[in-house]
Structure formats: structure tokens, C-alpha cells
DNA sequence: TATCAGTTTAGAATGATTCTAAAGTGTTGA
DNA sequence: TCAACACTTTAGAATCATTCTAAACTGATA
């Protein structure tokens, strides 16, 4: 509990009871993939009940701090990733199913990347299914 | 646009007036992403009034029979490709650019696919600035 | 050319996400 | 310890891409 605080602190976040909350919950050592909506469900079953719009504040501000990651899969929900580490992923829209890919992969045969851009993340993306 | 007609029909699709002025568009051999919004602004900048209803109906129509491949870049808009063959992308949000990498791109070390799944297509995104 | 299934469309509805602005709460300095 | 204020939370409204509805329209068929 003090140990979140001072993580939030640490990331320049006000560590606000909410915070403390979600923080716990996300980062509790095991990687989570989550949305608003299933963060406010999961809360909810822990008799944490916090607004919609403080969760979406909430992971846009662990976002915007490094703590979670984006992923941008379906058109009506997105994702956070609490691994926020070079990987990539399996993903299965029908089955809304996603799994980490921690392996180290490779990507040969890149061309040059255009002019006066920079390449911020190689994002693979195993779509299952159909 | 006799063409135009029994590629539409080849494709089990009805050759209205309105898929046609829109396959002429998208497919006049050269490669284009287009979303829903920057679609109906060149018709109409064509003047070609469809409804954006109708624009949503045929790009989803042109998808279901794969003559369009649907990107997910961004949480606020799906972009189509033309481009249907196999191949990857560079991609700046911030820039809202989109360019293709149609070169032999290989992906190595990805780990055994989950049981039961079979790997529909694999995506690479190369983010670019941040 | 009549008929009908497939299409188009305006406008309403949806739903995830963001915004607003008012009330609440960490933090800081004295 | 506490006043003061900047930062947060929140309910509810607003946004906006996309989908839905159901009525009018049209390509295909006989």
C-alpha cells in the first residue's frame, strides 16, 4: 500500500485513493490485459466502486506515464497492456482472446523507413481465426 | 465501366450506380487507404453525392468480399486499403500516415500458435515519431 | 414490363470515450 | 496542525464514428 504510493509518486501521479485502487489491482505481478469497461466489472466484483470516467482518466494518465501500454486491435474497445515490455501478440477477435508473445521475435527485410521519420515501436499483431 | 459492372458481379455484388461510382474510385489502379470520411469528401469533391450510410454499407460490402483489407491504426477511425495483398505498414498517428511495405517482410521466432488456433494473417505495424 | 429481392437513404439510435464544471482531496509551507 | 490551492473525482451531458430502421428505390428475372 505504501509501496503503491510510492510507485504512483515515483510516476509523478498523485497517489488519490482511486489510484491506489486501480494501481493495486493492475500491478499486482501478473500481466493483465484489460478495458475501462472490464477494469470497472473486475472493480466492481471488489467492492471498489469508482466513476467511468475516473478509469478512463486513470489509464490514460498510467498511459501517458509509461505504465501501461496501448493496444489498438478492434475498432470498439482498447485495450491497455500492464506488460510494458518490447513484445508482441496473439489475438483472436472472435474469441476476444489475446496472449502475450514474450518471445523474441525478429523482423527481417524491413525497408528503409521514410524520410526524416523515426521508427518508435515494430508492433506484430498474430491474428487467429477469421 | 462495363468493367467496372462485371467486376462488381464477379464479386456477387449488384452493380448500382453507387458501387460503381465508388469501385471506379477505389479501384482505378492505384493503391489508396481511404476511411469512411476521406471517401465521401472526394465523391463529393467529384460530385458524386452517396450517403454516408451508403459509403459505410459498400466499404463494409467491398470487405466482406475481400476486395478491401480493413486497418486498425487508431481507436477513432478504420482506415481500408485497396491494397489486398499480403503486406505491412508504417504508420504515424500523429501524422495520420499510412504508407505501404510491400516488400518481403519475415517474421522470425514466433512462438507455437494456441492450441485449437489457426493463424488467420499476421499483421506488422511500424509506428513511426510518437 | 411487372415483380421482388437487394439497395439506398435520411434520420434516429448506439456506445465507447471525452468533456464540463462542481464538489472533494492530497500536498505544502508556515 | 491547518489553510490554501492545485490536482482529482464524478455525474451527467456531449461527441462522434458507426450502425440501425424502415420506407422509397432499382437492378435482375421471366
Redesign the interface.
Known amino acids: 500500500m505504501n509501496d503503491i504510493k510510492q510507485f504512483l509518486r515515483s510516476n509523478s501521479l498523485r497517489p488519490t485513493k482511486q489510484r491506489i485502487v486501480i494501481a493495486g489491482y493492475l500491478f499486482d505481478g501478473t500481466d493483465k490485459h484489460i478495458t475501462a469497461e472490464s477494469l470497472s466489472t473486475e472493480l466492481t466484483k471488489r467492492k471498489h466502486i469508482i466513476s467511468l470516467a475516473t478509469i478512463y482518466n486513470t489509464l490514460h494518465d498510467f498511459y501517458e506515464n509509461g505504465l501501461l501500454k496501448k493496444l489498438?486491435?478492434?475498432?470498439d474497445r482498447?485495450y491497455f497492456d500492464t506488460n510494458t515490455d518490447d513484445h508482441h501478440h496473439?489475438y483472436?477477435e472472435k474469441d476476444q482472446?489475446l496472449?502475450d508473445?514474450n518471445?523474441?521475435?525478429?523482423?527481417?527485410?524491413?525497408?528503409k523507413?521514410?524520410k526524416n521519420?523515426?521508427?518508435?515501436?515494430?508492433?506484430?499483431?498474430?491474428?487467429?481465426?477469421?
Open positions: 489498438i486491435l478492434s475498432s482498447v496473439f483472436s482472446f496472449i508473445i518471445k523474441n521475435i525478429k523482423v527481417n527485410g524491413l525497408p523507413t521514410p521519420k523515426k521508427i518508435n515501436k515494430i508492433e506484430v499483431i498474430v491474428h487467429l481465426d477469421k
